[in-house]
């Protein structure tokens, strides 16, 4: 086929902002505890939404219609359980913990109309449900009874955090994870493994419990029991890698069945993640990843370790893996660079088997030759180390250009967190647009070990800007990207490297986006939710004595350098990075005559969710770009 010659970035593409905004966010599958019904959370626009599947594979039904699922606890995330034929989910507007039958019928509330719920447990035996409890900054483990008829007993309580508390097989047992300021959940934990007791007529009570794996300097993960109780696994980063490891209750003895330069699965970040599962065998099913590509692995209760890759061909990305009791089924949320997300289903008892396809997150109309295939890239930053990243080259099955493509410079939030080589659709948005863009998992990001993501302590608003700059760089000076058409954008973290980016080396992109970006570091440390109110610690240095670093990396403060056009969107109810940050740095643009646009999205809160908001965000980043890069 002969492709037509157009201008890079105004190719038209099937990748249109209204199919983005009308996907569906796939999160969180669970198997009731009969391992037949599969339920997960579907984001549809600002609301959550329980599905549920039955053992036929073929209808889903919605559960919740009335009250929206979603857990604000942390990062957010654990917002609902299943077990003995009940649903269990924390609602969006009051934060309680609901029941609700699978059968049918209206849901009720089972916690008290305080505070904030999240990753609700239900005890083997289906009659305590032990969850994350937050309220006024305290948070604590507590349990309830599963139909909600006493007030709820506090279990653990005097560490700044918890999460993700596990069940024992035999329901006499608790494990959970905790931590306390000024540290974040990737810097040190502690897993902790409690004995029950049962008073005659009331709510389970901790006898007595111990710290069993982590400390200050080691990151423990998503303890879990395995199916008949002699041993307890989590992923921890003792070595340098996050490995999974295996603790035997008997004799106190623990060995990791996993080596090598490769990561399990995320650093804790959110309370529903998972990263690995059991299946009713005892075989455990993980995610394993490198360079930001994924990879499922088997390990059988002897210890053989294989590899399910051949199985689950164009998957690069897989979160929440969700093993079947009683059977040797895996679901989880599976995606692609080419491929939107799904719900898929893995039989292990079926070898010659791919999976099998339970949801689609979209309607997956785009043929994959319209799309970009990302390509892992390392370079070297300006001090000599290395840096890495995605390459997105531009792609269409009807356009091509002449020379070197614009450049988007797509930095990732966190900023301990990483891109990976999933479905990305800002990617895909401007790739099948004639952009090439690059996504760098700069210094300080997860997956390529501990050492590469503690670079960044004490060093934010330099590795990342550095390593974004070079990465440009390196791919202009291949011929990959025009360097006279760099772009830089990125939301949250990422916005404040933006930002930084702009104050210190005007002139170096085009032009810039920024969403819910940090301006001003002194009132993000005194505004800011409990989960991050001493991450800059790490990340700038304790105030006050690190006053002078925190003013150097303030874009507000140095706004003056900022030259170069600018896109600023903001959600009018953010919590994470409030919209005065925002306000501030468009005020000082405003004022100076800087080119810029700003947009602030109502009832939007950090990042967006609203199916309208999707749209009319990727029509104003296309013609701020059209203006000020193509046709500059």
Not at 166 to 176: I, V
Not at 581 to 606: C, F, K, N, T
Request: net charge negative; hydrophobic share 40%; aromatic share 10%.
């Amino acid at each position: 086929m002969t492709r037509e010659h157009r201008m890079y970035g105004l190719w038209s593409s099937p990748v249109t902002p209204g199919m983005l905004a009308g996907g569906l966010r796939l999160n969180e599958p669970c198997w009731d505890s009969d391992g037949q019904t599969l339920a997960w959370v579907e984001g549809r626009s600002d609301r959550g939404v329980l599905v549920a599947q039955g053992p036929d594979e073929r209808a889903t039904r919605d559960l919740t219609s009335d009250i929206s699922v979603r857990a604000f606890v942390g990062y957010g995330g654990g917002d609902f359980t299943l077990s003995h034929g009940v649903v269990y989910f924390v609602g969006q507007a009051d934060q309680r913990i609901y029941r609700q039958d699978l059968a049918g019928g209206s849901a009720r509330p089972i916690t008290p109309a305080f505070g904030a719920a999240s990753t609700p447990a239900v005890s083997p035996d289906g009659r305590w449900v032990a969850y994350v409890h937050s309220h006024e900054d305290v948070d604590c483990i507590a349990v309830v009874d599963s139909r909600g008829e006493h007030w709820p007993r506090r279990l653990a309580g005097g560490r700044d955090f918890y999460m993700q508390p596990a069940w024992h097989p035999a329901g006499d047992r608790l494990a959970w994870v905790e931590w306390d300021h000024p540290r974040m959940p990737w810097d040190g934990t502690e897993l902790r493994l409690a004995r029950l007791a049962f008073p005659a007529g009331g709510l389970p009570a901790v006898a007595a419990s111990e710290v069993v794996a982590g400390g200050e300097d080691v990151s423990i993960f998503q303890g879990t029991f395995s199916p008949g109780g002699a041993s307890l696994c989590y992923v921890s980063d003792e070595s340098g890698w996050g490995h999974l490891y295996r603790r035997d209750l008997a004799s106190g003895a623990g060995a990791p069945p996993t080596h090598g330069e490769a990561r399990n699965g995320p650093p804790p970040r959110a309370p529903g993640m998972r990263t690995f599962t059991f299946t009713g065998s005892g075989t455990i099913v993980a995610v394993r990843q490198r360079a930001g590509f994924h990879e499922l692995i088997a390990i059988a209760p002897g210890g053989q370790l294989t590899s399910l890759a051949g199985r689950h061909a164009g998957y690069t990305a897989f979160n929440a893996p969700a093993g079947a009791p009683n059977h040797e089924k895996v679901a989880l949320v599976a995606s692609g660079g080419k491929q939107p997300p799904r719900i898929v289903v893995f039989d292990l008892a079926e070898p010659a088997a791919g999976g099998s396809v339970r949801r689609r997150s979209d309607p997956e109309s785009v043929r994959p030759a319209a799309l970009s295939q990302p390509e892992p890239v390392s370079w070297t930053s300006f001090d000599g180390e290395l840096a890495h990243g995605l390459y997105y080259p531009p792609a269409s099955e009807r356009f091509e250009g002449s020379g070197a493509p614009p450049l988007i410079v797509l930095v990732h939030g966190g900023p301990t967190s990483q891109v990976v080589a999933g479905w990305t659709p800002n990617a895909q948005f401007f790739a099948s647009r004639g952009y090439a863009v690059l996504l760098p998992n700069y210094r300080g990001s997860t997956g390529y070990g501990r050492e590469y993501m503690l670079k960044l302590r004490q060093n934010w608003g330099i590795y990342d800007v550095q390593d974004a700059k070079s990465g440009a760089g390196d791919l202009a000076r291949r011929g990959l990207a025009d360097p006279g058409r760099l772009v830089i954008m990125g939301g949250s973290a990422g916005g404040f490297t933006v930002l930084q980016s702009l104050v210190e080396f005007p002139g170096f992109y085009r032009a810039a986006i920024c969403m819910y970006g940090v301006a001003n570091q002194f009132t993000l440390a005194a505004d800011t939710h409990k989960f991050e109110a001493r991450y800059l610690d790490s990340m700038l240095g304790p105030l006050p004595e690190a006053a002078a670093v925190y003013r150097e990396r303030s874009p507000i403060f140095h706004a003056d350098r900022i030259k170069d056009p600018i896109a600023v969107f903001q959600g009018e109810i953010d919590r994470v990075v409030p919209r005065e940050q925002s306000d501030s740095i468009v005020a000082s643009l405003r004022a100076r005559g800087v080119p810029h646009e700003y947009h602030v999205y109502e009832g939007e809160g950090h990042g967006w969710r609203k199916s309208e908001t999707i749209d009319a965000f990727y029509r104003s980043v296309e013609a701020f770009l059209t203006t000020h890069v193509v046709f500059a």
